[in-house]
């Protein structure tokens, strides 16, 4: 079965960064859009950032452009989310998720639009 594992999250001050990761398995990554979302307490799951299976293209949540980048690694089946300038408010549990198999994504920002997730991985930036 489908396995996304999410690792790298922690504690971090105001203003740090931090990489976070996506280890895969029982899929053929390369070919999948590969996501990272986050949801905060009380709050809905919230785009963050993609990156295309077909030609690599990355597109972000307006909340994070500039301060983050997703990278992807198919030889080892891995994605990955450098988050840089963090803010207090960014505080939540980040999700890594990979859309249907060939599926050409243009620009897949909903939960709906990807059917695995990973169990996610927190984040916490402190004040």
């Known amino acids: 079965q489908v396995q996304l594992v999410e690792s790298g999250g922690g504690l971090v001050q105001a203003g740090g960064s931090l990489r976070l990761s996506c280890s895969s398995s029982?899929?053929?990554?390369?070919?999948?859009?590969m996501a990272w979302f986050r949801q905060a307490p009380g709050k809905e799951r919230e785009f963050v950032a993609a990156?295309?299976?077909?030609?690599?293209?990355?597109y972000y949540g307006d909340s994070v452009q500039g301060r983050v980048i997703i990278s992807r690694d198919d030889a080892k089946n891995e994605v990955y989310l450098q988050m840089n300038s963090l803010k207090p408010e960014e505080t939540a549990v980040y999700y890594c998720?990979?859309?249907?198999?060939?599926?050409?994504?243009?620009?897949?920002?909903?939960?709906?639009?990807?059917?695995?997730w990973g169990q996610g991985t927190q984040v916490t930036v402190s004040s």
């Open positions: 029982g899929l053929t990554f390369s070919l999948h859009t």
């Open positions: 990156i295309r299976w077909q030609d690599g293209i990355t």
């Open positions: 998720a990979a859309g249907a198999q060939y599926r050409i994504s243009l620009y897949d920002t909903n939960v709906r639009d990807y059917i695995y």
